[in-house]
């Protein structure tokens, strides 16, 4: 009798530490269960076993349907999903959601194809949030099958989608390396013509009347890739500024007695139909590249372009020399030109020497508080700019109260009476 019960509790205690095994290396799927729900919602409603998921890739997704970005985002997400689906790849989503009530969560929920932890469900989404520190939607972060341990676990979902699509899948660190080696070896064959020409097409369109130039006059000089559309509201305010500086970079350049160089600027359309995409590109002076040429969205993929407007730097050897051509201009305005890293380099330290003579504090015309001069290095960073409303790094006029900050250049200085009377 004693022996016997002594042998009860020691299968009790391996029990406990079999358990205890278990918890502590679960399986990934029993992350998405809770004690009173081993299921999840299908987009019909019916209830899908978490065990059914077993053996797949699985996406959890955080996203809400009241934040512009997650929906733009799930667009993107939708499709992916169902590609791999149609060549009956080994995965799932599961969306936990931020939605603010059951309402807003159906209606997101009602475009999506996957499953979804119930909205009731509110420790399961806790916990997941916490589990896998979730600072901001959307997240999408992919598990491995077979391998719970947390480097297999990928938190960047949503960047990996967006770069590379279900050429992504299954999200293994290996395939990352692979993509990044083939990204690292077209970048070093990069061309002009490798970037512009297609199969059927080695001509851009010019003004007048949509005038062919061949791409192989543009080799050996500094390109823009210039991506915007007609609906794009930022555009409207940098198009007519870019246009005026290509006009000045080119007057620069006749002027030079070096006639090696040259500066031409590409349109890459994002337009939504010929009509508008022919209304946008009538007001600019340099090239495009046709409407609804598969090459517009190749090269906004290839370059990863996630917003717009967005000026892409080529040299003349064809490589890229920077993405950030939208902010050199804003920054420097034709002086950026050629937009090399040299001269970056040489704007940032006459920039940083013009600083020196700049007041400390400045009261700004529109602005109640005073605004104090930033660096980079002293507060500051990259910014947009409040005046203007364009991107601007370095030096800036900052707000303390507020968070308020202008370029330098822009600030319209008052005197500090001018508030002290209205208040
Ligand atoms: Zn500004
Ligand atoms: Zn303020």
Known sequence: MKNEKKRDDEVEISRDEYERAISNSPKYTSLLVSPDRDFLLSPDDTQVKVSDLEGKVIGIYFSANWYPPCRSFNNLLINTYEQLKSCNSEFEIVFVSSDEDVDAFNTFRAGMPWLAIPFSDVEAKKALNGRFDVEGIPCLVILQPNNNKDDATLHDGVELIYRYGVQAFPFTKERLEELQEEERKKQESQTISS??????????????????????????????????????????????????????????????????????????????????????????????????????????????????????????????????????????????????????????????????????????????????????GSGGGPFICCDCEEQGSGWAYQCIQCGYEVHPKCVKAVERDAYNSDH
């Not at 007048?208 to 930022?234: D, R």
């Not at 040299?315 to 040299?342: C, D, M, S």
């Not at 970056?344 to 600083?355: Q, R, S, T, W, Y």
Request: aromatic share 10%.
């Open 195 to 376: 970037l512009l020409v297609s199969i059927d097409r080695d001509v851009l369109l010019s003004h007048p009347n949509n005038k062919q130039v061949p791409i192989a006059s543009l080799v050996g000089k500094t390109i823009g890739l210039y991506f915007s559309a007609k609906w794009c509201i930022p555009g409207m305010k940098f198009t007519p500024k870019l246009i005026s500086i290509y006009k000045k970079i080119k007057e620069l350049l006749r002027e030079v007695v070096d006639d090696d160089q040259d500066f031409e600027i590409v349109y890459v359309s994002n337009d939504s139909n010929e009509i508008e995409f022919k209304s946008e590109f009538n007001t600019m002076p340099w090239l495009a590249l046709p409407f609804g040429d598969d090459a517009n969205k190749n090269l906004a993929k290839y370059f990863d372009v996630r917003g717009i407007p967005s000026l892409i730097i080529l040299g003349p050897n064809g490589k890229t020399v920077t993405k950030n051509g939208r902010n050199l201009i804003n920054l420097y305005q034709q002086n950026a030109y050629p937009f090399t890293e040299a001269r970056v380099d040489m704007l940032e330290k006459k920039m940083d020497d013009e600083a020196k003579n700049l007041p400390k504090s400045e009261f700004h015309a529109g602005h109640k508080h005073e605004l104090s001069l930033v660096s980079q």
